[in-house]
C-alpha cells in the first residue's frame, strides 16, 4: 500500500524561484526510501513541502488517500508525519526527557510508556535523560532529535541528513537505529549525502538533480548502475 505519493510537485522559497520542478515520488507503507543527489538538488526543500514548511505552487501531496498539499506543519503532524531538520533539531536548553515530552505536545493521552519505548530503542539517552541537550555529543543529539519525532507514533518518518557532520563510528550507529525504527513499522524517507550508504538500506531510492527526477529504482539496482556510480557514488 502506497502510503505517501508526492506527485508532480513544484515549490520554492518564493513565489518566483522555483527550487522543485514537478518532481514525484511515493514511498510504500514499510519501506525506506532514499533521496539522493548533488547539493542543491532540492532534496531538503522535497521534505519541506512534505512536512508543509513549504506551500507547493503545483502538485499533489497525499498520505494514504488524504490530500495534505499546503497543510501547515501542525497539522501535517496530526496526520501521521513526522520530520527531523539536518540543523537546530533539539532544544539545547532543556534535557532529553524535556526534549521527548515536547515532542508529544499534540498528544492528551499518557505517553509515558511511549518515552519509555524511546529509551529501550535509544539506551543512551535512558542513562542520561537529566542531561542537557546542547551537552550532548552529534550523535546523541541526533538520537534525542529522532526520539522526539518518534513520540507521536507516526506512520511516516522525514529524516533530512541524519548521518551529517558526525563521525564515521556514529553514522554506522545513526543507519542501525534508522532500521531499527523502520523494523518497527514506521516508513521512512531519508535524505542523505551519504548516498552508497542510504541506498543499502532503501526498498526505493530517488536521485534528484536541478529540483528535477533524474532516476528510480530500487536501492539494490541504483547501487548497481555505473551511472548513478560514476556520477553520485563516487566511482
Do not use: C, W
Amino acid at each position: 500500500m502506497t502510503i505517501l505519493e508526492v506527485k508532480e510537485v513544484t515549490a520554492g522559497y518564493s513565489a518566483a524561484i522555483d527550487i522543485l520542478h514537478e518532481v514525484s515520488i511515493e514511498v510504500k507503507s514499510g519501506d525506506i526510501v532514499s533521496i539522493i543527489g548533488p547539493n542543491g538538488a532540492g532534496k531538503s526543500t522535497l521534505l519541506k513541502a512534505i512536512f508543509g514548511i513549504l506551500k507547493p505552487n503545483n502538485g499533489t501531496i497525499t498520505l494514504k488517500e488524504d490530500d495534505i498539499t499546503g497543510l501547515k506543519p501542525d497539522k501535517v503532524a496530526r496526520k501521521g508525519i513526522s520530520y527531523v531538520p539536518q540543523v537546530n533539531n533539539v532544544f539545547p536548553s532543556m534535557t532529553i526527557q524535556e526534549n521527548l515530552e515536547m515532542g508529544a505536545f499534540i498528544r492528551t493521552d499518557d505517553f509515558s510508556r511511549r518515552i519509555e519505548e524511546i529509551y529501550e530503542l535509544f539506551p543512551v539517552l535512558g542513562e542520561r535523560h537529566k542531561q542537557k541537550a546542547g551537552q550532548l555529543s552529534g550523535g546523541q543529539r541526533q538520537m534525542v532529535a529522532m526520539g522526539r519525532a518518534l513520540m507521536l507514533d507516526p506512520q511516516l518518518l522525514l529524516l533530512d541528513e541524519p548521518s551529517a557532520g558526525l563521525a564515521p563510528n556514529l553514522v554506522d550507529m545513526i543507519f542501525e537505529k534508522i532500521k531499527e525504527i523502520n523494523a518497527t513499522g514506521v516508513s521512512i524517507a531519508i535524505v542523505e549525502q551519504n548516498a552508497r550508504e542510504a541506498l543499502k538500506m532503501a526498498d526505493h531510492g530517488y536521485v534528484l538533480a536541478m529540483g528535477k527526477n533524474v532516476l528510480d529504482d530500487t536501492g539494490d539496482a541504483l547501487l548497481a548502475s555505473e551511472e548513478v556510480g560514476r556520477l553520485y557514488l563516487g566511482g
